[in-house]
Nanobody, 121 residues
Framework: QVQLVESGGGLVQPGGSLRLSCAAS????????MGWHRQAPGKQRELVAR???????NYADSVKGRFTISRDNAKNTVYLQMSSLKPEDTAVYYC???????????????WGQGTQVTVSS
């Protein structure tokens, strides 16, 4: 079994910054893509940013230039540095990871429990 635990959410004023972390643990042989998604009240969950095992990244248009995704493969951890935050960034943020647990087994997607980010004055 694999667990993803997020941290770093909270309340921040518009224009401020936050850094989210998501650490994966458990039965992990390798991790392929890792990502961050968010879900605002009444809206569907959307992809915010994704990073491959090799470090290639892609971002939602709404966060380009403001958010940066990175990962530490030695720690099985993915980060999301968020800057110039806007009220519309308010949402529950979830991380996910595509994990392989055995040499011949399939890969599965795991999700974290979510962390609340609120941008408000």
């Amino acid at each position: 079994q694999v667990q993803l635990v997020e941290s770093g959410g909270g309340l921040v004023q518009p224009g401020g910054s936050l850094r989210l972390s998501c650490a994966a643990s458990g039965s992990i042989l390798s991790i392929n893509n890792m990502g961050w998604h968010r879900q605002a009240p009444g809206k569907q969950r959307e992809l915010v940013a994704r990073i491959t095992s090799g470090g290639s990244t892609n971002y939602a248009d709404s966060v380009k230039g403001r958010f940066t995704i990175s990962r530490d493969n030695a720690k099985n951890t993915v980060y999301l540095q968020m800057s110039s935050l806007k009220p519309e960034d308010t949402a529950v943020y979830y991380c996910d990871a595509i994990v392989t647990s055995t040499p011949t087994g399939p890969s599965y997607r795991y999700w974290g429990q979510g962390t609340q980010v609120t941008v408000s004055s």
